[in-house]
T-cell receptor
């Protein structure tokens, strides 16, 4: 199994500002995943982050809004840029082990006011 | 892409009752997991179960891959079981697709 540390755990931000969420894994992993969970909804994949290459974004998500960094095999960041109240969600990072079992960080609960 | 359905969408139980949650998926899968999301938003792995049956304490799960469904059984429910239960599948892609979830409330 993998242990994932994600921070901040929660934040309240002003509209128009940006927030960077950090995700640290206790082992080296090839791919890291970032999800968004809007209030009362299921999880939606934002992007897949590979070390040494640009992130791959899912339909409806763009790099300018959600820039991702992946500087090494144990760390990634997701930035939510130019925030609006519609960005209020839980953001989660995830990794998979060799058996493709997924593990999640504790999530970042973001409220934009 | 693959579609995932879960039923029921909402479930209210009295403490001590048993329940069955269902997950249907539209295509063959190489991975299926059940998660419990607690009230603080954290996703807890319950089962990694692409096929077969597993048990862990009061919880058990069965996946019938050929018929494209999985069941999660909760016995002798407790208030701490409350939260949202998600089924997620991977059909040989690189990421999971999550179902809409079942919101469970266990009353004391």
């Amino acid at each position: 199994s993998a242990v994932i540390s994600q921070k901040p755990s929660r934040d309240i931000c002003q509209r128009g500002t940006s927030l960077t969420i950090q995700c640290q894994v206790d082992s080296q992993v090839t791919m890291m995943f970032w999800y968004r969970q809007q209030p009362g909804q299921s999880l939606t994949l934002i992007a897949t982050a590979n070390q040494g290459s640009e992130a791959t974004y899912e339909s409806g998500f763009v790099i300018d809004k959600f820039p991702i960094s992946r500087p090494n095999l144990t760390f990634s960041t997701l930035t939510v840029s130019n925030m609006s109240p519609e960005d209020s969600s839980i953001y989660l990072c995830s990794v998979e082990d060799r058996a493709t079992q997924a593990f999640f960080g504790q999530g970042t609960r973001l409220t934009v006011v | 892409g693959i579609q995932v359905e879960q039923s029921p969408p909402d479930l209210i139980l009295q403490e001590g009752a048993n329940s069955t949650l269902r997950c249907n998926f539209s295509d063959s899968v190489n991975n299926l997991q059940w998660f419990h999301q607690n009230p603080w938003g954290q996703l807890i792995n319950l089962f990694y179960i692409p096929s077969g049956t597993k048990q862990n304490g009061r919880l058990s799960a069965t996946t019938v891959a050929t018929e494209r469904y999985s069941l999660l059984y909760i016995s002798s429910s407790q208030t701490t079981d409350s939260g949202v239960y998600f089924c997620a599948v991977d059909n040989y892609g690189q990421n999971f697709v999550f179902g809409p979830g079942t919101r469970l409330s266990v009353l004391p």
